[in-house]
């Protein structure tokens, strides 16, 4: 306890140090005037200031206020030694800062208890004062951590603007961070892709869960992948990473390149609503599923909806800030409130109907993070030039024998070697039918010598799958051999596929009958492909596919 | 999922839905899911919205559900199809023999 004794008398300044050397008060400084007080105060630092009211030049008054300034934060309790006993004296001590007085002659027993009261107080101030220092630096390193985790979600979450002009977005988070997240791309097989969907909570803990959920969404894209692929995928992800109490509604659409047949999966999303062009006619599309980041893999139901539109029709999908939001006297805007919004004209905004529930909430506070969507269906053909197709040319063989043509998954080991390859993507269907069509006629009629026209009564038909697995299951010899090469100067995939059979007549490979169950391969062959050719007495097809189209 | 079939309230609609891939490994659980069906059955609707791939087997086993149903009323619909599994349908002309919706 440092205490600064202020008095120009020195038999009085001589008399309380040695008060308070007694009293066990043994760091002590004087000074003679209001002057060396300051200079001295600044220097040392005191604890406790005794100050004399009378004194030639600064009077106690004077220097008062200006020692109480030199730390604001802090309290510096000053007690005043005064001969003054007039009560307009002693309220001016407190007036001018002081927090005390005591008469002189000074009674040495109420000083010193006055001296311990004030130093306890003191204590307390500088322990507030650690508090609030303490506290500062945590504010500021918060708000700093804002910034860092702002810019990245800044930088993570960014919708390409050309895909972004298709949709008419409303994005209100309730705080700094937004725990509802909207993100579109375009798809590489033509058309789009999009997630409209809302974390638990709000605020920067449910915002959090978008980092992984947008990088997986742009990673699933970028290979085109199947939306109930998409949903079991991030499902995955967010069972393993969110705690328990956290899980992520959101719908999962990909609309293709016409913008009116649209692929759903919404788990735990307010319906998506669809308002036909003609007339106000709605139809609901109500959530199926649970929210993601709950079920297990083998409880987790990936099927799809498939909404049908016309041009010109509007697709809605929201998030339930916007029909939770409550007006002033504590009702909900509830389901029939959006529907109400969402048909009070023709033609919707996100805007529109934004500031419906702004105008419904009235003066209360928006409670939670609100997203909009709404999409004008309309083609998406422009998108489609965002992708490249390779300018290098590259060859993949594959050749099987005997029982690895047994393997059920050829045709689609093969799709998934060619899915990495740029613009493979938009003729991903075609390829498929394609390679199925010339793989099964190459091990049926060339490796297992099935004969076709056993398919033309419904039981032979049967029987002529069950003979196939038969054989297949019996084969040990017997070879397919695939040829893919790409030309990039034609932008045009060849494809021959050579069989170890004995070839078949190659007579009127048309389409005959239209009763037949069997004999429709080859004229799809000839629609898909630029050009269909048998050769080696018809163990060898060779086909051209262009990839633009 | 592969194939599942699903009978109207009324029971006069049974509607196939199709997975993915409609295809030959499919050839069994297709004709499954119209085996035994019920009299009351007057329109049999194919629904393909999931599915992204088809190749010819599958034409095959459409028509084998008619032929295997000849003798009995029953109007044939394949609804949803994507652009591409339309086009397939399209080339094979089975817009003659089914509904396309």
């Known amino acids: 306890?440092?205490?600064?004794?202020?008095?120009?008398?020195?038999?009085?300044?001589?008399?309380?140090?040695?008060?308070?050397?007694?009293?066990?008060?043994?760091?002590?400084?004087?000074?003679?005037?209001?002057?060396?007080?300051?200079?001295?105060?600044?220097?040392?630092?005191?604890?406790?200031?005794?100050?004399?009211?009378?004194?030639?030049?600064?009077?106690?008054?004077?220097?008062?206020?200006?020692?109480?300034?030199?730390?604001?934060?802090?309290?510096?309790?000053?007690?005043?030694i005064t001969s003054l006993d007039d009560k307009e004296s002693l309220v001016k001590c407190l007036e001018v800062g002081g927090d005390d007085f005591v008469s002189k002659p000074f009674d040495r027993v109420i000083l010193s208890a006055k001296i311990r009261a004030h130093s306890r107080i003191r204590q307390l101030s500088s322990q507030i004062e650690k508090q609030n220092q303490s506290l500062l630096y945590h504010s500021r390193?918060?708000?700093?951590?804002?910034?860092?985790?702002?810019?990245?979600?800044?930088?993570?979450?960014?919708?390409?603007?050309?895909?972004?002009?298709?949709?008419?977005?409303?994005?209100?988070?309730?705080?700094?961070?937004?725990?509802?997240?909207?993100?579109?791309?375009?798809?590489?097989?033509?058309?789009a892709y999009f997630l409209v969907g809302d974390f638990t909570g709000h605020g920067l803990a449910s915002a959090i869960g978008v980092l992984p959920v947008s990088r997986a969404f742009q990673a699933m894209v970028k290979k085109g992948l199947a939306v109930s692929e998409m949903a079991v995928t991030i499902n995955e992800t967010?069972?393993?990473?969110?705690?328990?109490?956290?899980?992520?509604?959101?719908?999962?659409?990909?609309?293709?390149?016409?913008?009116?047949?649209?692929?759903?999966?919404?788990?735990?999303?307010?319906?998506?609503?669809?308002?036909?062009?003609?007339?106000?006619?709605?139809?609901?599309?109500?959530?199926?599923?649970?929210a993601l980041g709950i079920l297990t893999d083998s409880e987790?139901?990936?099927?799809?909806?498939?909404?049908?539109?016309?041009?010109?029709?509007?697709?809605?999908?929201?998030t339930d800030g916007l029909m939770e939001v409550m007006n002033e006297s504590g009702e909900m805007a509830d389901e029939h409130g959006v529907i109400d919004w969402f048909t009070q004209d023709d033609v919707s905004t996100a805007l529109g109907m934004y500031n419906c529930a702004k105008q419904f909430r009235g003066g209360a506070e928006q409670a939670d993070d609100m997203t909009i969507v709404v999409f004008n269906c309309q083609s998406l053909e422009s998108?489609?030039?965002?992708?490249?197709?390779?300018?290098?040319?590259?060859?993949?063989?594959?050749?099987?024998?005997?029982?690895?043509?047994?393997?059920?998954?050829?045709?689609?080991?093969?799709?998934?070697?060619?899915?990495?390859?740029?613009?493979?993507?938009?003729?991903?269907?075609?390829?498929?039918?394609?390679?199925?069509?010339?793989?099964?006629?190459?091990l049926e009629h060339g490796v297992l010598h099935l004969d076709s026209s056993t398919k033309n009564t419904p039981e032979g038909f049967i029987r002529y799958y069950e003979e196939r697995e038969r054989?297949?299951?019996?084969?040990?010899?017997?070879?397919?051999?695939?040829?893919?090469?790409?030309?990039?100067?034609?932008?045009?995939?060849?494809?021959?596929?050579?069989?170890?059979?004995?070839?078949?007549?190659?007579n009127s490979p048309e389409i005959r009958d239209l009763s037949n169950s069997f004999g429709r391969g080859i004229p799809i062959l000839r629609e898909l492909c630029d050009k269909v050719e048998y050769t080696e007495r018809g163990t060898r097809v060779t086909v051209r596919i262009s990839m633009v189209r | 999922m592969t194939i599942t079939a699903a009978l109207s309230e009324n029971r006069n609609t049974l509607v196939i839905q199709v997975d993915d891939k409609f295809d030959f490994g499919k050839v069994q659980s297709f004709r499954e899911a119209y085996d035994k069906l019920p009299d009351?059955?007057?329109?049999?609707?194919?629904?393909?919205?999931?599915?992204?791939?088809?190749?010819?087997?599958?034409?095959?086993?459409?028509?084998?559900m008619q032929k295997s149903l000849s003798d009995r009323k029953i109007e044939y619909k394949i609804t949803h199809c994507r652009a591409q599994v339309s086009r397939i349908l399209k080339i094979s002309r089975f817009d003659k023999k089914f509904v396309i919706a």
């Open chain 1, 300 to 318: 987790f139901d990936a099927d799809c909806d498939v909404i049908e539109a016309e041009p010109g029709d509007q697709l809605l999908f929201y």
């Open chain 1, 471 to 506: 054989r297949l299951n019996a084969l040990e010899d017997g070879q397919i051999r695939f040829d893919l090469q790409f030309l990039p100067t034609e932008s045009a995939l060849l494809v021959s596929v050579k069989d170890s059979g004995s070839g078949f007549a190659l």
């Open chain 1, 141 to 191: 390193l918060v708000e700093r951590e804002h910034a860092i985790v702002e810019h990245i979600f800044n930088n993570a979450i960014v919708n390409q603007p050309e895909v972004l002009a298709f949709f008419d977005t409303i994005i209100s988070p309730a705080a700094v961070f937004n725990g509802d997240v909207f993100l579109c791309e375009a798809s590489p097989a033509g058309g």
């Open chain 2, 40 to 64: 009351t059955v007057k329109v049999i609707e194919v629904d393909l919205s999931q599915t992204e791939y088809m190749d010819s087997s599958a034409l095959g086993m459409l028509l084998n």
């Open chain 1, 1 to 80: 306890m440092r205490i600064l004794i202020v008095d120009d008398e020195s038999l009085n300044r001589f008399l309380l140090i040695h008060m308070l050397e007694e009293e066990g008060y043994l760091d002590c400084f004087e000074a003679r005037n209001g002057d060396e007080a300051l200079a001295l105060a600044e220097q040392i630092k005191p604890d406790l200031i005794l100050l004399d009211v009378i004194m030639p030049g600064l009077s106690g008054f004077d220097v008062a206020p200006k020692l109480k300034a030199m730390n604001a934060n802090l309290y510096l309790p000053i007690i005043f």
């Open chain 1, 383 to 442: 998108l489609k030039h965002r992708f490249s197709i390779n300018d290098l040319p590259y060859t993949i063989s594959l050749s099987l024998k005997g029982a690895e043509l047994r393997n059920p998954r050829i045709i689609d080991s093969l799709m998934e070697m060619l899915n990495s390859q740029p613009g493979v993507a938009l003729v991903r269907s075609d390829l498929y039918t394609i390679f199925s069509e010339i793989f099964n006629n190459a």
């Open chain 1, 238 to 290: 967010l069972l393993s990473l969110l705690p328990s109490d956290m899980f992520f509604a959101a719908c999962i659409v990909e609309v293709d390149i016409s913008g009116t047949r649209f692929t759903i999966w919404n788990g735990g999303m307010p319906q998506v609503m669809l308002k036909s062009v003609r007339g106000c006619r709605l139809r609901y599309f109500p959530s199926r599923h649970m």
